[in-house]
């Protein structure tokens, strides 16, 4: 008995010795790493509602003044050779202002924190400087031949493809959760992913919305790679959006509660390159969507106006693309890239890449350009509607994206602004040549659009009662998230030519400059017989007024219901006329823009730790944007007449060991708009109420539009500055 | 024709015979679809690492006057998903010259994060790094992680990636004196990492498992070599080769992941 217990102590202690050789062999290894990250931003907007540039959410805010420092710790454990946890934990800018004294500033008085409030202080998550959990991801590498790792929790989803499933930030490159499972076969020349994304409810479902029931709602995408060698490649992939309610309906509970449908969306994808040799690639790409949510969970229809990341009702339609490149051409340095695409009007994916990717080659628009107003704002004919970007914009041009839900929320100016491109279709060449010095580079884009349709493509229904969702409507000098308008025939010309060169004295000095056009046209309503009234309804001499007989397109519709027929008025100089233009001419609403860009700048390294750069951009925009019977849809600022915008740029980066990223760039944004919105009817002046709503000089012209907003005459004179100097860490 | 058009064109003429005379050019190719490693390594599986985009299949290295121009070609046309501004975004390459060819002078020891080392008879003398990052960055991250091998690593003023090919240029009479075409020469391609381990030079980690962002197929230790190709052979692009890399970036570690051989990579000479 005693050898017996002898015995097993013995093995006991051989067994503890042998696990701790085998601890220490490949213990568990906890390596906490992070980043601080400063913010100075500083401007004459004298804004002050977030250390963000742009958050235009209702109830959040946005600023160009004030500092900020936020701290990110990142936790890693690698418990054993199959499994590893990562973790962040995170302070945000938001509203942490230096002022808040760390989060202890006294609450505003206006406790919402939306627009250009700073917040309730300690009580308000955005101003109390917590600290917080961001995200957690467990890494499981089991070692089976079926399947490489799985992966449980937090990712930025960027293993698949933005036409599907884009890479994802929102504030953060991991606010989106989910399970991943990869695995390969054929010595890795077949891989697969597979996951179960929870469905984001902030934006994933119609109308920036999931539901009340959000929990269970899930996006299942599955997708294979295969790579025949080093000359060809294909992939495949699919994607299912469940987003559903309890049915209310059910009224026995006993067996539990039966769920319904509120949003479905099925996207199918295909993709093949060939590579045959170092100056040929050629890849073609083809999506398909469906999709569909339920009228009574979900908005019917968005009205002539609606906001949703995903139209309403039943659809379907397909993008795609297809690319040559020809790289260094006989070694002459010359290459060519051509891309053709199509992206249909209804086509959708719930999960597409909303920011964090470029799907075309085309540069597409200037961000600084960037929503319908003269000065960026939305809106801006109502009191309380002033520009969140400010007149400057976003920086360089547009990346586009596939979806309607364009995200540019939490950016600052000098980020790149992305643009939907929901509708897009035609061809862009980019001809570039590298030689010693000199890189240049050219594109020419010719662009159609699949939203080319008259009534929203459908006759049957009111022009009110859209299932697209308009997004700030299609008008002005431009809107990053609207692909829809009742009535388009647009056709765009983009030609660029761009070109960098060296000069070898010093540090060399880098020479850089640009030239871009722009040529659009939109027709818009085409056909007479979507004028709002009949011919001659309103009286162009003599006894003025109108008769209101209503011109209908198809049984009981007709384009009165939203372009209404003006009152008789006595305008500024005692004249009577037309408060607006009657909408009585198929080019009353016209579009037409000649836009020039040019930009010349240069940059040096002044010392080893130290870059700086100098530019200096000038844009001349003429816009004919209908005329005030057309007023922008009746709800945004007229832009028509001439634009004159300038910026003058500065840019510094500094570089030291130990720091991994500190610059600073200041803006100086300065121009005109001197508005031209035809004929046709008498301005009024703005009364001492209007100016100061709307911020224009008391006494200057203008007219009131069908809504009641104020749409100025008055030449506008820009002159705005903006910096931001940022310091990030490593540690 | 005008009289002053006829000078202008023989000076022309001349200037461009003779830039061409005085242009040396070493060029060496690699075996495609070696961008394996030692043979087992895999890309990250984020859509940005795309296939052929760590393989080595050309370089060229050309001095004219006072400038040496380095060219590196890989197996995919570059592009720039993170925004870097050069025209490319997720390589890296490392060059290193032994210009004296002697034995035992030089380094032995490779730039962290890389994991290899140089035999004495091919220790590298000068390495030119060419990264997206800007030059300050590259140069700052030198000196702090690679302090003792500074005045040994060029960084071009600028990088550039266009088609398949990254290409930048330093001072040749920074280089060394010496013939280049006699110099020997090793291409390590890796990833540009913005944020790198604490002792990695701006490098992307091999795990054994590959992540979103980590290569796999080695080890979670850094015992292995932390390089997707190299050249290798006489660099003449023959399918051999492959074999001659997986030799050159052969490793052994220790129970506890430490290094017990590391990677040994050779120069390869005209």
């Not at chain 1, 799985?150 to 930025?156: F, H, Q, R």
């Not at chain 1, 003269?374 to 041009?397: F, K, L, M």
């Not at chain 2, 034995?103 to 890389?114: A, D, M, Q």
């Not at chain 2, 091998?149 to 550039?160: Q, S, Y």
Request: glycine share 12%.
């Amino acid at each position: 008995m005693r050898t017996t217990k002898t015995l097993g102590l013995v093995l006991l202690l051989v067994a503890v010795a042998v696990s701790g050789t085998a601890w220490a062999q490949q213990g568990p290894q906890f390596t906490i790493s992070g980043t601080t990250y400063t913010k100075w931003l500083w401007g004459n907007s004298r804004d002050q509602g977030a250390l963000y540039n742009f958050k235009d959410a209702p109830g959040e805010g946005y600023g160009d003044n004030g500092q900020g420092t936020e701290i990110e710790l990142l936790l890693n454990a690698k418990v054993s050779k199959a499994v590893e946890v990562n973790a962040r934990i995170h302070s945000r800018f938001y509203q942490n202002f230096w002022t808040n004294m760390g989060g202890w500033g006294q609450p505003s008085e206006d406790c919402s924190g939306s627009g250009t409030s700073v917040g309730c202080g300690e009580f308000d998550p955005r101003s109390n400087q917590y600290i917080k959990l961001r995200g957690v991801t467990v890494t499981l590498t089991p070692g089976y031949s079926w399947l490489d790792s799985a992966t449980i929790g937090s990712s930025d989803w960027g293993m698949f493809d933005p036409y599907v499933v884009g890479r994802i930030r929102y504030i953060d490159r991991d606010n989106v959760q989910g399970l991943l499972f990869q695995g390969s076969a054929m010595d890795k020349a077949l891989t697969w992913d597979a996951a179960r994304i929870s469905l984001p409810r902030l934006w994933a479902g119609p109308e920036y919305k999931t539901g009340n029931f959000h929990v269970a709602d899930g996006a299942y995408v599955g997708q294979f790679k295969y790579s025949g060698g080093s000359t060809w490649d294909i992939g495949g992939l699919v994607q299912w959006v469940n987003d559903i309610e309890v049915d209310s309906r059910d009224i026995n509970w006993d067996d539990g509660k039966d769920t319904r449908m509120r949003f479905r969306n099925t996207v199918f994808g295909a993709k093949v390159g060939i590579h045959p040799n170092a100056t040929v690639d050629a890849k073609a790409a083809f999506y398909y969507s469906t999709y569909e949510s339920a009228s009574d969970l979900a908005p019917a229809s968005f009205g002539m106006n609606g906001y949703s990341p995903v139209p309403a009702g039943k659809h379907d339609d397909w993008s795609g693309k297809l690319n040559l490149d020809f790289a260094d051409l006989g070694g002459s340095g010359f290459g060519v890239n051509v891309e053709a695409f199509h992206i249909g009007a209804e086509y959708a994916s719930a999960m597409a890449a909303r920011r964090e990717s470029d799907v075309l080659l085309t540069e597409g628009h200037d961000s600084t350009w960037a929503l319908p107003g003269p000065g960026n704002a939305t809106y801006g004919i109502w009191g309380g509607n002033p520009t969140v970007i400010g007149y400057g914009g976003w920086e360089g041009n547009a990346q586009q994206v596939a979806t309607i839900n364009v995200d540019n929320q939490f950016t600052d100016f000098n980020e790149p602004m992305a643009e939907t491109a929901i509708g897009w279709r035609g061809i862009t060449v980019t001809p570039t040549y590298q030689s010693g010095n000199l890189e240049l580079a050219g594109e020419y884009t010719y662009l159609t659009y699949d939203t080319n349709w008259q009534a929203w493509g459908d006759d049957s229904r009111a022009i009110t009662n859209s299932p697209f969702p308009a997004m700030d409507m299609q008008v002005g000098m431009a809107s990053y998230r609207s692909a829809y308008a009742p009535f388009q025939d647009k056709t765009t010309h983009i030609a660029l030519l761009k070109g960098k060169y060296v000069i070898e004295t010093g540090k060399g000095i880098d020479l850089f400059g640009k030239i871009k056009l722009i040529s659009e046209t939109d027709k818009r309503l085409n056909d007479a017989k979507y004028l709002p009234y009949l011919p001659g309804d309103c009286a162009t001499s003599g006894d003025l007024g109108c008769e209101n007989q209503k011109n209908f397109y198809s049984t009981g519709n007709s384009t009165a219901d939203f372009f209404n027929n003006p009152g008789v008025i006595t305008g500024a100089n005692g004249q009577v006329g037309y408060q607006w233009k009657p909408f009585n001419d198929v080019s009353d609403d016209d579009r037409d823009l000649s836009y020039v860009m040019i930009q010349a700048g240069a940059g040096y390294q002044w010392t080893r730790d130290l870059y700086g750069s100098l530019e200096y951009i000038y844009y001349d925009a003429d816009l004919e944007d209908g005329n005030t019977a057309f007023q922008a849809y009746n709800m945004m600022e007229m832009a028509s007449g001439k634009h004159q915008k300038n910026q003058l740029i500065a840019k510094f980066r500094y570089t030291l060991g130990g720091l991994s990223e500190c610059g600073l760039v200041y803006e100086y944004n300065f121009g005109t708009f001197k508005p031209d919105y035809g004929d046709g009817f008498v301005p009024t002046t703005a009364s001492e109420e209007t100016a100061s709503s709307v911020h224009v000089p008391v006494g200057s012209l203008g007219f009131f539009n069908r809504y009641g907003g104020w749409n100025t005459m008055e030449k506008r004179e820009f002159d705005q500055q903006r910096l931001k100097a940022y310091l990030k860490i490593l540690f | 024709m005008k009289r002053w058009l006829f000078p202008t064109f023989v000076l022309l003429a001349v200037a461009l015979v003779a830039g061409t005379a005085f242009a040396q050019e070493v060029s060496f190719k690699d075996p495609t679809g070696d961008d394996k490693g030692p043979g087992a390594y895999v890309y990250p599986t984020d859509k940005v690492y795309k296939a052929g985009s760590f393989d080595l299949v050309e370089f060229k290295m050309k001095a004219s006057g006072d400038k040496a121009t380095f060219s590196v070609t890989l197996g995919s046309a570059l592009e720039d998903p993170w925004g870097m501004g050069g025209g490319f975004a997720t390589q890296m390459v490392f060059v290193f010259i032994d210009t004296d060819g002697k034995e035992g002078s030089g380094f032995t020891k490779g730039l962290p994060g890389l994991n290899v080392a140089f035999a004495p008879a091919d220790a590298w003398d000068k390495c030119v790094i060419l990264s997206p990052q800007p030059q300050n960055r590259v140069a700052s991250e030198v000196e702090t992680k690679a302090g003792w091998a500074k005045a040994a690593v060029l960084v071009p003023t600028r990088t550039r990636g266009a088609g398949r090919t990254i290409s930048g240029t330093v001072s040749l009479k920074e280089l060394g004196e010496g013939d280049p075409a006699t110099w020997g020469y090793q291409v390590v391609v890796q990833s540009n990492e913005g944020f790198p381990d604490k002792a990695d030079l701006l490098t992307r980690k091999v795990n054994e498992y590959e992540g979103q962002h980590r290569f796999g197929g080695g080890t979670d230790g850094d015992c292995d070599p932390h390089v997707m190709d190299i050249l290798a052979g006489k660099g003449t692009g023959d399918a051999a080769e492959v074999e001659e890399q997986k030799k050159a970036l052969a490793y052994e570690c220790e129970a506890d992941g430490a290094p017990k051989k590391t990677a040994t990579l050779p120069m390869v000479r005209k």
